[in-house]
């Protein structure tokens, strides 16, 4: 269908500990985007991915289109406690409407 | 984020009243879209614009009504409130339908219906 599978659904790290979530999709993506939401606040748009094979860095925040274009990931290198909330992937419905569908999300909790 | 309000921010509602929630945005953006959140089931579409009284049903439209009467302003109406349409309803904008262009999101309205 056209839905967007998002894991783990959480994960706990201690704070200097890597972390990753992945975004899978059963049809071919045209582009994916990442967005993270805060504690109490709203989603907030990072970064989108369009190429196969594509890799983009923000500061410690590494961002993969898979080669198929089915897939990808966020990773976070040596996590800080400003990192804490949930992450979503999102994909293009159909139609030039801009129209999103989300992932469910992995929230992120980090132990100083 | 600037350039986009949600009114109110928080509402507690009797089932079976109507209630309507306000999108105000100043960027002049075609595209606007509501979507809900609820734990286990990350943000859900409701129903989007995409111009001037141009608009269309999400996956869980039932229940709701939407108009845009003006660029501005896009208004989420829940007919008949039920509890399970408790939820955090989120507002976004989007400067076009094509691929190249990320949501900016409201604050949310948190709804509760007892």
């Known amino acids: 269908g056209q839905q967007v599978m998002q894991i783990p659904q959480y994960q706990h790290v201690q704070e200097g500990e890597d972390f990753t979530t992945y975004c899978n999709s059963s049809t071919t993506l045209s582009n994916i985007q990442w967005y993270k939401q805060r504690p109490g606040g709203h989603p907030v748009f990072l970064i989108q991915?369009?190429?196969?094979?594509e890799v983009k860095k923000q500061k410690r925040l590494t961002f993969q289109f898979g080669e198929a274009k089915k897939n990808s990931s966020l990773h976070i290198t040596a996590t800080q406690t400003t990192d804490v909330g949930t992450y979503f992937c999102a994909k293009h419905g159909s139609g030039n409407t801009g129209k999103l569908i989300f992932g469910q999300g992995t929230t992120l909790q980090v132990k100083p | 984020d600037a350039g986009i309000t949600q009114s109110p921010r928080h509402k507690v509602t009797e089932t079976g009243t109507p209630v309507t929630l306000r999108c105000h945005q100043t960027e002049n953006h075609r595209y606007m879209y509501w979507y809900r959140q609820d734990p286990g089931h990350g943000l859900r579409l409701i129903h989007y614009?995409?111009?001037?009284?141009?608009?269309d049903k999400g996956e869980v439209s039932d229940g709701y009504s939407v108009s845009r009467s003006k660029t501005e302003d896009f208004l989420l109406t829940l007919e008949s409130a039920t509890s399970s349409q408790t939820s955090v309803y989120f507002c976004?904008?989007?400067?076009?339908?094509?691929?190249?262009?990320?949501?900016?999101f409201g604050s949310g309205t948190r709804l509760t219906v007892v």
């Open positions: 614009s995409y111009g001037v009284k141009d608009t």
């Open positions: 991915l369009v190429k196969s094979g």
């Open positions: 976004a904008i989007s400067e076009a339908g094509t691929a190249l262009h990320g949501y900016t």
